[in-house]
C-alpha cells in the first residue's frame, strides 16, 4: 500500500485536495514539486525500495461513500497545518496512473 505524510495544500467540496510531501516524502528539480508515495510492503525488503512519485499539484480524491467528519477532519489539518498520513486504495497500480485523474485514497488519519 502505498502512503504520504504531509499536508493539506487545498481541498474543494466535492471531495478533492492536494498535499504537499513532509521530510522524506517530497522532491524538488528545477523549480517543480513533487510527491513521493512509499509502499508499505516493501520496507522489510531494504534492496527493494517500491516509491510512486507524482508532481505535488496532483488531486487525491476521497470515495463518494467518504463520512461528513472525515471531510472536516482534512479542513481541520489544513486550518491547524497538521501532517496527515494518506494512504491510496490497495488496489493501486502505479503502471495505470493518470495524471489527469484524481488518485483515489483509502485512509486518512492524523498524524
Known sequence: MFKIEGYVETISSDGCFTIRGG???????DEKKYNVFWNDESKDDKANVDVFICESSGL???????????????VAAKVNHQKVIVELKDDFDKSEYNSK????????TLK
Not at 487525491?60 to 482534512?74: A, C, G, I, R, S
Not at 485523474?101 to 486518512?108: A, D, H, T
Request: a negative charge; charged letters at 25%; aromatic letters at 14%.
Open 23 to 29: 521530510d522524506g516524502y517530497s522532491l524538488e528539480k
Open 60 to 74: 487525491l480524491k476521497m470515495p463518494n461513500d467518504w463520512h461528513q467528519w472525515e471531510y472536516q477532519m482534512l
Open 101 to 108: 485523474q484524481p488518485l483515489e485514497i483509502q485512509k486518512v
